[in-house]
Structures are given as C-alpha cells and as structure tokens.
C-alpha cells in the first residue's frame, strides 16, 4: 500500500515552548491542551510528539484567548489582527523587496524587541533580526525568521529556497528538527539571526489580492511555520521515496536507485542537510504511527503492518525509543 507522505510531527518542546511563554494557571492551559487533542501528560514526555494540525489548533487557541499572536513571547503582544493588517500594508508593494522593507517598518511599530532588516548584494538578499535580537528568546528568533519567510513566500506565490539560516544563539538541543522548520542549510553561533536567499526573489512582483488573504489568515500557522515537503531537499525527496514504497522498507541502495544517484552521492546530500538515512526512515514511520494513533481508530497492528513491521512487538519498541510512551498509552493519552 503505497502512503502520501504525512507531515513532519511537532516535538512536545515546541508546544512546552508556547505555554512557558503565557501566565495563566494550569486548568486553563489544560483545557486548551485538551481542546487540541494534546494530552496535559504528554508535557512530561520528552520524547512525546503531536501533529502539526493539532499544534496548530493549540496555537490558534491561546492567540483568541491572550489576544497574542505570538502567544507570551514578546514584550508586548502581537494583538489579534496584527497578522492581518502586515499582509494588507504588503499588498500593494511594486515588488518583494518594497514589501519586506515594509514588513520591517511595521514590525517595528508593534515590537520594541529588536529590528527588522532586509538587504541585498547582487546575488544574495538578506532578511535578518537587527538591533536588540539578541535580548529575543531562541523561540522568538526562529518564529520571526519563519513568519518572515512564509508571508515573503506567500506573496510571491511560491515557495522561496533558502540559501542560509544563521542564528546568534548555540546550537539547540532540538536542531535535528531544524530540517522540518527551515528548507535550506542552518548555522549556530552566528554574529546575526537571518536568512539568506537569491536576490532574483526581491525583483518578483507581489502576486497575491486581498481576497486570497482569508485563507493565508484562516491557515495560519500551518501556511509559514511548517516546511512542506514540495520544497525538495535531498531529505525530503528521500522521505517521500521512502513513504511510497511503504509497507516495504528501501535500502539505501534503493532509494539511491530510485532518486537517480550513487549511494555515494546521495550519503552526502544528506549529510550537507544534516540528515542521515535510517534517522529519516525512523522519522517517517514515527510520524505516521503519531498521525493514525491520534486521528484514526486503527489498530495498532495495522499500523505497524503499514509502517514496515512485521511483529507488533518490534514496533512496541521502537515506538517506546521514539517517544517514550508504547503506542498504546500514546493514543489513550490523546
């Protein structure tokens, strides 16, 4: 049975991330952790992992309820709308440079954090977080780059490759994850917090109208936060590969086969990205257990069958190294 290749999942440190940023007492943060389908008990899980659309409903509930879409991770919130009325201040710009300059205007009237600032050589344009960023939490600093890069995305209509994420912060422990947030290669202890891509972008005319905005707006985050996997690094390619052969489980000649290159090749791609094969078969299958463990009544054996395994007791275990939990108390969880 060949399967779409789902979403990354989200890890729970993401989630823990947005509550740590609201003061509000606990049965209140629970029952919107419940009202996403999040179990309170997953935060004690450091492995534990939700989906993207339920993060999202999360994210969408504490923006209503705090009047913040940046829920708590600002000095001043970003008051429901704020959103709304950037992309509105961008849709009349001559072309994306005008419109990212605009941007940083206008984040500057609503934030005292730090500055926006966009430039540009003759082959490389920068978007990067100015004076006072690195006063900005390590979440802060990634969800701006991410808000920048999905709105520059969306008006132009496609998806921009990045040619560098820097960020002026240690490597995290969560930078593995950096592959599903940011489609290009990312540094660490870096002098500034931005992002780099061909200059060719700033010169694209803005292609969207105020009445494709409802549906960026209805989306949101799930439109900027996430990478999708269309945007084609060699890992995505490979996971896609790897999702429709499924339930058999490729080899790595395989998959090199299959991409059209020598292992040799494909070992290096992959290692440019930070990425290695076996984690990425891992993180294939851990995502589409999550995914039909929270939104279907499947059996477990089914999908363990689905995934690869032909004994539930090998999935058992590997779903307990994933996550911490076996597939059985994960799903009574949610």
Aim: glycine share 6%; net charge neutral.
């Amino acid at each position: 049975m060949a399967m779409h290749p789902p979403g990354a999942t989200v890890p729970i440190s993401l989630v823990q991330g947005f509550l740590d940023g609201v003061s509000a007492r606990s049965d209140v943060l629970d029952r919107y952790l419940e009202g996403a389908s999040i179990s309170p008990a997953l935060l004690t899980e450091p492995g534990a992992r939700v989906t993207e659309a339920q993060f999202a409903a999360l994210y969408r509930a504490l923006a209503i309820e705090f009047d913040d879409e940046m829920p708590g991770i600002f000095a001043r919130p970003l008051r429901n709308g704020t959103l709304k009325f950037l992309c509105l201040s961008l849709l009349d710009a001559p072309n994306l440079e005008t419109a990212m300059h605009r941007f940083g205007q206008f984040m500057h009237i609503v934030l005292d954090d730090f500055r926006f600032e966009s430039r540009r050589s003759a082959l490389v344009a920068d978007v990067a977080l100015g004076q006072g960023a690195a006063a900005v939490s390590v979440l802060g600093q990634e969800l701006m780059l991410k808000l920048a890069h999905g709105v520059a995305s969306w008006l132009v209509g496609q998806k921009i490759p990045l040619l560098q994420v820097r960020f002026a912060f240690p490597r995290p422990p969560h930078a593995h994850e950096y592959l599903y947030l940011f489609p290009g290669p990312v540094q660490f202890d870096c002098e500034q917090t931005l992002m780099q891509f061909s200059a060719s972008f700033f010169d694209m005319p803005i292609r969207q109208r105020k009445a494709n905005l409802r549906k960026f707006l209805a989306r949101a985050p799930e439109d900027w936060i996430f990478v999708a996997f269309d945007e084609q690094l060699t890992s995505h390619r490979v996971r896609e590969y790897l999702a429709s052969r499924l339930p058999d489980m490729s080899s790595i000649e395989e998959a090199a086969q299959g991409l059209h290159c020598s292992v040799r090749t494909l070992c290096r791609h992959l290692a440019a990205e930070g990425a290695a094969f076996q984690t990425l078969k891992n993180e294939l299958r851990r995502d589409i257990a999550i995914q039909r463990l929270t939104g279907t009544e499947d059996t477990i054996a089914a999908i363990a069958g689905d995934i690869g395994f032909d004994d539930p007791t090998a999935f058992h275990r590997a779903f307990r190294h994933w996550t911490g939990s076996t597939p059985g108390a994960y799903r009574r969880g949610t």
